[in-house]
């Protein structure tokens, strides 16, 4: 089974390419625990990035929905949907086969770090109103 420790610190060879990723968003759900005994407990959650880019003579919005896992050993504060956080971690896609035997693929982001953007104060004000 997949150590995500050790996929986080695992050491960068000569001929081995760049996997990392920065992204800053919003948590658009309530995160997750994922307790398991064959690795590391998670955190799981779902970040949205917002970008505005120019097409057609005005600023078109895109949305971009992230899947991020966090061992848990790593956070030191607790998520909460609306908040803003910063996350720097690695790509990582597994394959399963569902229920009507296809192959499918889930890309992740394997968190190393996470930043809080948003204080608890500010946060728990956007969510009352």
Known sequence: MLDFINLINYPMFSNSGINRVFLAGTIVKDPRFHKNTCYHDMVCFQLVTHEQYPGNGKMVDHFETHYIKVPSSILSFELFKDQTVHVEGKIHTE????????????????????????????????TAL
């Open 95 to 126: 394959s399963f086969t569902d229920l009507q035997n296809i192959r499918r693929y889930k890309t992740e982001i394997i968190a190393s770090r996470v930043v809080m953007l948003t204080s608890l104060e500010v946060t728990k004000m956007a």
